[in-house]
Nanobody, 117 residues
Framework: QVQLVESGGGLVLPGGSLRLSCTVS??????????MGWYRQAPGKDRELVAS???????NYADSVKGRFTISRDNAKKMVNLQMNSLKPEDTAVYYC?????????WGQGTQVTVSS
């Protein structure tokens, strides 16, 4: 059984920063070969992919976060991180990590990010 646990969310002022972390545990021996992504779901909206990182650390970003968010990975620790800068109210959402392509069984609890003054 594989578990993904997200952390690092919180309440932040517009323009502020947060760093999210995703720790992968369980029966997985090929984390370093997996592409991983950060997804988010805002109230009343569909879940969307905001950033991804391949096994070779090639990154891609949604246009809405390009230049503000940075995804990274630590294969030794089986972690994926998301540095979020210049946060905007529209970044408010629950953030999740998952593989690419995503596996429904990997969804965790997510971590809430609220950007508000």
């Amino acid at each position: 059984q594989v578990q993904l646990v997200e952390s690092g969310g919180g309440l932040v002022l517009p323009g502020g920063s947060l760093r999210l972390s995703c720790t992968v545990s369980g029966n997985i021996f090929t984390f370093s070969l997996m592409s991983m992504g950060w997804y988010r779901q805002a109230p009343g909206k569909d879940r969307e992919l905001v950033a991804s990182i391949s096994s070779h650390s090639t990154t891609n970003y949604a246009d809405s976060v390009k230049g503000r968010f940075t995804i990274s990975r630590d294969n030794a620790k089986k972690m994926v991180n998301l540095q979020m800068n210049s946060l905007k109210p529209e970044d408010t959402a629950v953030y999740y990590c998952n593989s690419l392509p995503l596996k429904p069984e990997y969804w965790g609890q997510g971590t809430q990010v609220t950007v508000s003054s």
